[in-house]
């Protein structure tokens, strides 16, 4: 009997040009929105839409996002967002 295993790809981004996406403005210079999933603490992973970059500290390890809804940015770590406008992230 003969099985045919079809894998699907992924798209994938390197977690080193996520930043310079997330800095793009609009011709009227306002951010450009992106999605991102963030691995939580806690093990889940949590799913954020139209959200713009607020700051980002190139040495550091973390990064400022205003999410949907919110007005003041929240401090994710770098290394815990897994998906970047629905790609998987990789190192």
């Known amino acids: 009997m003969y099985f045919e295993i079809i894998l699907t790809m992924e ?3 390197h977690q080193s040009k996520i930043w310079a ?3 793009q403005t ?3 210079g306002k951010p450009v929105p992106f999605s991102f999933q963030y691995a939580k603490m806690d093990g889940t992973l949590k799913t954020y839409e139209n959200a713009v970059l ?3 500290f190139s040495k550091g390890t ?6 949907e809804g919110n007005s003041k940015p929240h401090t994710f770590r ?3 967002i897994v998906r970047f ?3 998987k992230v990789y190192i």
């Open 54 to 56: 607020s700051s980002i």
């Open 62 to 67: 973390t990064v400022n996002i205003i999410t």
């Open 11 to 13: 798209k994938r981004i």
């Open 21 to 23: 996406i997330m800095e």
């Open 26 to 28: 609009d011709g009227r």
């Open 78 to 80: 770098k290394i815990l």
């Open 85 to 87: 406008n629905k790609n």
